[in-house]
């Protein structure tokens, strides 16, 4: 590979993107970089100056008249750092954040529209080949995923696959379960893959970098009106990154917009992390019932959420 290479590429990719008129693509009065800071300040939980700084790798000049033209224009307001006096904060305003988000929804249009001309057998080569060049690119601070950078999508090909692997690989490493669960989760997989209703039941697959991270499932329970989340699961390098509660929060939303009136679910005791993050939810413990499975001595717990008492 020769500078003149790289050169080429960057030439190609700034075109494809529209970097060069990049307000004109998205119909709106702001460069990438003014667009990459408006999507910093929303999504970001660091937004002192210095921060957004060092995120973005911005010069501090620059960064200031950027900061200087949003205030102007009644975008974004500035205070001393709760936690540093002698830094900035920026925080958005309302006005600041109708406008980042219509910024991201119109990048997403923009994007929706590009992706819509690769073939889909080539959108995974297209996706390993993004991993690739910023893995080998990448420092590791950029390299890291960041919360913003994790997708909600439908299952394509060989996610089912996935979901029954990954439930059996994480289960048998973190608290040693035996083949028995991954044949329970083969059924349950097996099951909505041969039969369900895609307007009362769904799959999750939570993903970065098209790299699926997490997963989660809605189907039908036997009670009238109630649906069951089922199989949530996060990959341990995706911790920390909110993927369990965007992935729970999916489930709720979907359930209670199609006419569900209870949301209930099984887990085990053991499963901490998960039985927090189900109560952050507002679900509510029912019955607990020891019980040997999986090749261990297990406490049984059965959850309930109303979803016409809850709406958060």
Same mark, same amino acid.
């Given at each position: 590979?020769?500078?003149?290479?790289?050169?080429?590429?960057?030439?190609?990719?700034?075109?494809?993107?529209?970097?060069?008129?990049?307000?004109?693509?998205?119909?709106?009065?702001?460069?990438?970089?003014?667009?990459?800071?408006?999507?910093?300040?929303?999504?970001?939980?660091?937004?002192?100056?210095?921060?957004?700084?060092?995120?973005?790798?911005?010069?501090?000049?620059?960064?200031?008249?950027?900061?200087?033209?949003?205030?102007?224009?009644?975008?974004?307001?500035?205070?001393?750092?709760?936690?540093?006096?002698?830094?900035?904060?920026?925080?958005?305003?309302?006005?600041?954040?109708? %406008? +980042?988000?219509?910024?991201? &929804?119109?990048?997403?249009? $923009?994007?929706? /529209?590009? *992706?819509?001309?690769?073939?889909? =057998? @080539?959108?995974?080569?297209?996706?390993?080949?993004?991993?690739?060049?910023?893995?080998?690119?990448?420092?590791?601070?950029?390299?890291?995923?960041?919360?913003?950078?994790?997708?909600?999508?439908?299952?394509?090909?060989?996610?089912?696959?996935?979901?029954?692997?990954?439930? %059996? +690989?994480?289960?048998?490493? &973190?608290?040693?379960?035996? $083949?028995?669960? /991954?044949? *329970?989760?083969?059924?349950?997989? =097996? @099951?909505?893959?041969?039969?369900?209703?895609?307007?009362?039941?769904?799959?999750?697959?939570?993903?970065?970098?098209?790299?699926?991270?997490?997963?989660?499932?809605?189907?039908?329970?036997?009670?009238?009106?109630?649906?069951?989340?089922?199989?949530?699961?996060?990959?341990?390098? +995706?911790?920390?990154?909110?993927?369990?509660?965007?992935?729970?929060?999916?489930?709720?939303?979907?359930?209670?917009?199609?006419?569900?009136?209870?949301?209930?679910?099984?887990?085990?005791?053991?499963?901490?992390?998960?039985?927090?993050?189900?109560?952050?939810?507002?679900?509510?413990?029912?019955?607990?019932?020891?019980?040997?499975?999986?090749?261990?001595?297990?406490?049984?717990?059965?959850?309930?959420?109303?979803?016409?008492?809850?709406?958060?």
């Amino acid at each position: 590979m020769s500078v003149q290479d790289v050169r080429s590429f960057n030439r190609f990719y700034t075109n494809v993107i529209g970097a060069l008129d990049y307000g004109r693509h998205l119909y709106a009065p702001y460069t990438l970089t003014e667009s990459r800071v408006l999507y910093e300040l929303a999504h970001s939980p660091r937004t002192d100056a210095a921060d957004l700084r060092e995120e973005l790798s911005l010069d501090a000049g620059y960064l200031s008249r950027i900061l200087n033209k949003f205030e102007q224009d009644g975008l974004v307001e500035r205070a001393p750092s709760e936690k540093d006096p002698r830094r900035r904060r920026v925080t958005l305003t309302a006005r600041g954040r109708e %406008a +980042a988000g219509l910024l991201e &929804e119109r990048a997403r249009e $923009t994007v929706g /529209e590009l *992706l819509a001309t690769v073939a889909p =057998a @080539d959108r995974p080569r297209l996706a390993e080949a993004m991993r690739t060049v910023r893995t080998i690119l990448g420092d590791s601070r950029s390299a890291a995923p960041h919360p913003q950078d994790v997708g909600l999508r439908e299952p394509g090909p060989g996610d089912l696959g996935w979901i029954v692997q990954r439930n %059996a +690989a994480l289960y048998t490493a &973190e608290y040693g379960w035996n $083949t028995d669960y /991954e044949g *329970l989760v083969a059924r349950i997989v =097996a @099951d909505f893959a041969e039969d369900h209703d895609p307007h009362l039941e769904r799959v999750w697959i939570a993903a970065v970098d098209g790299r699926p991270v997490g997963c989660v499932m809605c189907v039908r329970d036997d009670a009238p009106a109630t649906a069951r989340l089922r199989l949530l699961l996060v990959e341990p390098d +995706a911790r920390g990154l909110g993927v369990g509660d965007q992935l729970v929060r999916a489930v709720i939303d979907f359930a209670r917009g199609v006419g569900y009136h209870e949301l209930v679910l099984w887990t085990n005791d053991i499963l901490a992390s998960a039985r927090r993050l189900y109560q952050r939810h507002g679900f509510v413990l029912v019955s607990e019932k020891p019980h040997r499975s999986f090749g261990a001595d297990l406490v049984g717990q059965d959850w309930r959420l109303d979803l016409h008492g809850n709406s958060r």
